[in-house]
């Protein structure tokens, strides 16, 4: 007998030639292997990211297609352990962690303790560890079956804000007076403007750069001093600043420190939602050279210095206080089955998602 899955395979060079496929896995895993269901997961801009930049980062190898040439876009949400060989996870279980955009994913559970555990099938080790855990929902004292939605929406975008948020600080906001954010609809600049609007004892002024579209969205939210039209950049007093990019656009980024120049202090690329713009060209530009900021990375040396009890700490607060918040603004809009799911996923890649909805999806 077999589980017959379904997955969603996307062109590793031209990210709009997107299909589902068939996948099969027996219903008796093999020794060591647990078969998990997966349920709702979070679609954002981010998860874009992950496919403009998987070539660099490793993103395609943690779900790999046996098609030529084509890949699996990683997703964060939940799912249910449905047959299991695996002393230790147990039929039933419910799990947070990092998905394919599919109904069904094979993992090899290692490390297993009552919280969760590892994946550590062989291809996924190069990377992050960050990205193999899977949390049990039943361990998680930040877990409510209700914020499911929340949490698929906002833990991963929010950890990078946190962690943005942290550089920030630790740098004083590297002698700028302001920290411009582009893609300011975008929820990772959300919750990082969310964290500087906590504390503004350093005085940086938090400007939203966003397209004229989205302008009286991030105005409502309330937690940018300015909000700022791309083409109305020039406009800006050239004072010392430090750029936060989300969106990965190459005239922004070129406007930006251009009109900037060495007044501009520090240039931190974080997301690439403009996917059609794969090489950003970066040498040349005046002020200081963009330096694509790697989550994951800047995370483990948190954790050395904080401890992981710490960390969770910081994290945990910070991510209560903002889901909090967000619950007031936020539309979640579920939708399930594999047309939903294509039709939700070329609406994102267009851009065309209204940026006060969190898309929800299941195959």
């Known amino acids: 007998m077999s589980v017959t899955g379904k997955d969603l395979i996307v062109n590793r060079a031209q990210l709009d030639d997107a299909a589902f496929v068939e996948s099969t896995f027996?219903?008796?895993?093999?020794?060591?292997?647990a078969l998990?269901?997966?349920?709702?997961?979070?679609?954002?801009?981010?998860?874009?990211?992950?496919?403009?930049?998987?070539?660099?980062?490793?993103?395609?190898?943690?779900?790999?297609?046996?098609?030529?040439?084509?890949?699996?876009?990683?997703?964060?949400?939940?799912?249910d352990v449905v047959a299991s060989s695996a002393p230790g996870v147990e039929v039933g279980t419910?799990?947070?962690?990092?998905?394919?955009?599919?109904?069904?994913?094979?993992?090899?559970?290692?490390?297993?303790k009552p919280h969760g555990f590892m994946d550590q099938v062989p291809h996924r080790q190069p990377m992050s560890p960050i990205y193999n855990q899977y949390s049990v929902t039943g361990a998680d004292p930040s877990y409510a079956p209700e914020?499911?939605?929340?949490?698929?929406?906002?833990?991963?975008?929010?950890?990078?804000?946190?962690?943005?948020?942290?550089?920030?600080?630790?740098?004083?906001?590297?002698g700028a007076n302001a920290v411009l954010l582009s893609s300011a609809s975008s929820k990772t600049a959300i919750g990082l403007a969310f964290l500087l609007a906590q504390d503004k004892s350093d005085g940086a002024e938090i400007v939203g750069l966003t397209s004229p579209s989205n302008m009286a969205f991030v105005e409502s939210l309330g937690i940018y001093d300015r909000v700022v039209s791309y083409d109305a950049v020039s406009d800006l007093a050239v004072a010392p600043a430090a750029f936060v990019d989300m969106a990965g656009n190459g005239d922004l980024l070129r406007a930006v420190h251009e009109h900037y120049?060495?007044?501009?202090?520090?240039?931190c690329r974080v997301g690439?939602?403009?996917?059609?713009?794969?090489?950003?060209?970066?040498d040349g530009l005046p002020g200081p050279r963009p330096e694509f900021f790697f989550a994951p990375s800047y995370a483990q040396e948190r954790l050395k210095e904080w401890?992981?009890?710490?960390?969770?700490?910081?994290?945990?607060?910070?991510?209560?206080?903002?889901?909090?918040?967000?619950?007031?603004?936020?539309?979640?809009?579920?939708?399930?089955?594999?047309?939903?799911?294509?039709?939700?996923?070329?609406?994102?890649?267009?851009?065309?998602?209204?940026?006060?909805?969190?898309?929800?999806?299941?195959?």
Not at 26 to 33: A, K, L, N
Not at 48 to 76: H, K, S
Not at 152 to 164: D, K, V, Y
Not at 261 to 267: I, P
Request: charge should be negative; glycine fraction near 10%; include cysteine.
């Open 26 to 33: 027996p219903d008796t895993p093999p020794d060591g292997q």
């Open 36 to 79: 998990l269901k997966i349920g709702h997961f979070a679609l954002t801009a981010n998860n874009i990211t992950y496919a403009v930049a998987a070539d660099q980062l490793g993103y395609w190898n943690f779900f790999p297609t046996e098609r030529e040439g084509f890949g699996r876009i990683p997703v964060w949400g939940f799912a």
């Open 94 to 112: 419910r799990v947070y962690g990092y998905f394919p955009m599919s109904t069904h994913v094979m993992v090899e559970p290692g490390q297993i």
């Open 147 to 174: 914020r499911e939605g929340l949490i698929s929406l906002f833990r991963p975008l929010f950890t990078t804000s946190f962690l943005l948020d942290d550089l920030h600080r630790r740098e004083a906001c590297f």
């Open 261 to 267: 120049g060495d007044a501009l202090k520090n240039s």
């Open 272 to 282: 690439l939602t403009h996917w059609q713009e794969r090489e950003l060209r970066v």
């Open 307 to 363: 401890g992981n009890a710490g960390f969770q700490s910081r994290l945990g607060k910070a991510t209560a206080d903002f889901l909090d918040w967000a619950a007031g603004w936020v539309n979640l809009r579920e939708a399930s089955g594999p047309d939903a799911v294509m039709a939700a996923y070329r609406d994102m890649l267009a851009g065309s998602i209204d940026p006060a909805d969190g898309v929800l999806l299941q195959v």
